[in-house]
């Protein structure tokens, strides 16, 4: 839909605020904008609409270099929100919805249709708003109309920078409830620019997170939050975010497992089954490097060979977690097989635990307490 | 009594002096207005030439009004015409300076929705800008209109007629009630243009404005 490709801008005193930015917005999504002041999230959405003219590097909508379009009837066809609201004191609500549709030369049952429409979307009665003036209204009643003035002329495309940063909260809140909801139904392109994490969360289909000019990783907020691409993003998220929104294996495993040396007889090893009350032993070297699992069975069957170790029983094509993955990497695995226990190791194979089926219960519990 | 006699015997010349009066006041008003809202708009645009150029507005208006009028003598010779260049002079700065500050005091947020929204600058101008800035302009416009209206009365000095003309006559006849029979409606006339255009501000003010 919208596509950035290497796309810089640099001001006259020099300043870069956008480097070589290369990023593609899809058709229907609410992309978000968010970055620390000075990233250059807002010369990237002005961009679109050609309020800044990129240094080098082409913007294109639908395929088509905007560079070569006429930015008045650029912008008509593309909504603006901006922070300051900017609705003309000088005019009445309705007048400042029309005003778009008017631009574009609309007849008058037209654009009057389609005011009382969209005050209706957003629950503000035609009949008592239409008239009056944005001074008589609240702050974020004005940005309900001001939200609706972009949608006037049906355009694709809507750019918002930072729309409800100057509202007080309650107003703020209710405001990206009606954006998520009212997105559902018009399904617009939409840049949001924003400084709010959390308002990015809530509201978007897809997060960029820029600084300095580029743009460091984007993606759903939810991939975001369990996989930040670098320091700056986990920084920039906050580490209170970052805490899952699902439990992983670390929460889910024990920590004291019963291991033992490959090198070990089969009767050492039944001993040390009896004593732990467990039907496998988990084999690992010196170095605790995880080698694979001796099951009861396996021993039972060869317990006559006194000339056995362990090392010859080894299973050592096992299933392993790693601390990271989810529940539902576990779920599937005991769902899928009738494994009873599944290794936990790190990066480098060594043990570091093991998930069973009631480990996974208890941990499921604990941490559900924990949340709430 | 004898203030009252001449109202009576005189009211005629004071009637045409009247109408002289505001004539004089009324297009050199006109004319500063003509000229200084254009170029007030064109000064927000060239802000590197605005400072000089509302400078030489300020230099005329420092220059005391008689003497104005006569540097305008061996120039334009005598009559309404030279007395009205230089009323026209005099008014330029109060509406120049407030058109100038006006329309650079509208929130440049409304500047930019509007162009964000697809406005043509004209349209900025002419939908956002000029009403925007219609309080300021005006107030600038009722500075003027009352200082010349004040200033008017010298236009007798170079053969322009007006409320002057009664004072000066009176002053040279040493006649009292002369003199007060022309500046006692020159004052009524001052707060009778105030009043209107107070009242004109109001009017034109958008109803948005005002809550």
New interface residues.
Partial sequence: MIRFEHVSKEYKDGTVAVKDLNLEVRRGELLTLIGPSGCGKTTTMRMINRLIEPTSGTITIDGEDISEADPVELRRNIGYVIQQIGLFPHMTIGQNIALVPKLKKWKPDQYEKRVDELLDLVGLDPSVFKKRYPGELSGGQQQRVGVIRALAAEPDIILMDEPFSALDPISREQLQDDIVHLQEKIQKTIVFVTHDMNEATKIASRIAIMNEGELIQMDTPDKLLRHPANEFVRNFIGEDRLSPSTPTVIDLMHTSVATSSPRRGLAEALRLMKAKKVDSLLVTDQQNHLLGVVTLEKVAEHYRDEEKTIAHLLDRDIKTLQPSDSVSTVAEIFHESQIRAVPVVDEEHKLIGIVTRASMMRGLANWNNGVL | MELLKTFIERKEDIWYAFIDHIYLSAVSILFAIVISVPLGILLTRYRKIAEPIIGVAAVIQTIPGLALLAFMLPLFGIGQEPAIIAFTLYALLPVLRNTYTGILGV?P??I?????????SW?ILF??EL??SLPVIMAGIRTASVFTIGLAALAAFIGGGGLGELIVRGMSMNDDSLIMAGAIPAALLAILFDLAFRLLERTMT????K?
């Fill in positions: 929130d947020s409304m930019d929705a509007g162009k964000g929204m697809g406005m043509t349209q939908m956002v009403p925007l958008p109803r948005g404005l809550v």
